[in-house]
């Protein structure tokens, strides 16, 4: 290979390989920030308690198995939202999923147990459309018209829904669900990186969610959140 030609292959590879540490600089920067923007707002469940006004308790789906249980994460969800629910931390439920599809309804499942568990039906709201952490939180507060939430997930997640709720301007707190460990969280958490870049990015442009519609306030009756 001619000499000129080794010197340009150099420079390429150069140019290539700061534009890759600038890359990951860029990644793990935003990651970093958005933790730390948030990390004050993730409390215990004792001082979620005694948080007042709070409009409701946002429960985010993770799954429900064919059988139509839930998977363990968001089992965890439910019993910690239930019992933040039970112990006066906010008068309703919102339960915000997956029902995309006419055989697949997570935020059936969520009521279910939650009623199971003594729950008033009118005091559980279900968000159909809750596709992703940005649409659930982008419709708590322009569907439900909620102000000031508790979002329960795992701690890994917490970070990502309380940064879009701060950037969506909703006064909100965390409450984590984790009670165990759970399969593939190495993979989990990699992966959480990426979204929560994404979601930095989102949240500058703050497009609409994938539905909107008609405000049911979380204040009334969650049964008119209720399938036909």
Known sequence: MP??????WKRILKYLLILALIGILLIFGINFYVCQS???????????????????????????????????????????????YQ???????LMSGDHGRKNYNEVQTMKDIAMENGISSEDI?????????????????????????????????LYRALYIAKALGLDAYGVSADTRTYAGQTYRDFREILARDKDFVTTIFKPKPTYLGDTIPVSGDGNLTNDD
């Open 3 to 8: 000499k000129t030609r080794k010197v340009r």
């Open 38 to 84: 948030v990390k004050s707002r993730i409390i215990s469940a004792e001082n979620a308690a005694q948080i007042e006004d709070a409009d409701c308790i946002l429960v985010l789906g993770a799954g429900v198995r064919s059988d139509g249980s839930p998977s363990r994460m968001l089992n965890d969800r439910l019993n910690t939202g239930i019992s933040l």
């Open 87 to 93: 112990n006066n931390a906010a008068p309703k439920l």
């Open 125 to 157: 709201f279900m968000d159909h459309a809750g596709f992703s952490t940005y649409d659930s939180l982008y419709r708590a507060r322009d569907i439900f018209q909620a102000k000031k939430i508790i979002i329960v997930t795992q701690k890994y997640h």
